[in-house]
Nanobody
């Protein structure tokens, strides 16, 4: 499983970005996909996840109402639409995948495969 995250960049507070996580392979629908982020000096934290079919999503409280995770299984891609960005959203964002459908487990250790990360910087 290879995951390629992209779409990061520099944006002003209040702005928007859309991150993409592309999966190479023919088994994309076999995986629950999540986004995590890691700010400098902090632990990696859960942002959101989406079920294999895309019918169920879960978002962290800190981003609920501002970020939306979605997936296009025909394009083997998961998206993270980020609106109303705040300086505290600055981090490296990673996408991750697991075979398990247990979305309630949002720990990093529950995810097996990881992309390389894309940097999001929000200026005040």
């Amino acid at each position: 499983v290879q995951l390629q995250a992209s779409g990061g960049g520099l944006v002003q507070a209040g702005g928007s970005l859309r991150l993409s996580c592309a999966h190479s392979g023919r088994t994309f629908t076999s995986y629950t996909i999540a986004w995590f982020r890691q700010a400098p000096g902090k632990e990696r934290e859960f942002v959101g996840s989406i079920s294999k079919s895309g019918g169920t999503t879960l978002h962290a409280e800190s981003v609920k109402g501002r970020f939306t995770i979605s997936r296009d299984n025909a394009k083997n891609t998961v998206y993270l639409q980020m609106n109303s960005l705040k300086p505290e959203d600055t981090a490296v964002y990673y996408c991750a995948a697991k075979v398990s459908a247990a979305m309630a487990d949002t720990t990093t250790r529950s995810y097996t495969y990881w992309g390389q990360g894309t940097l999001v910087t929000v200026s005040s």
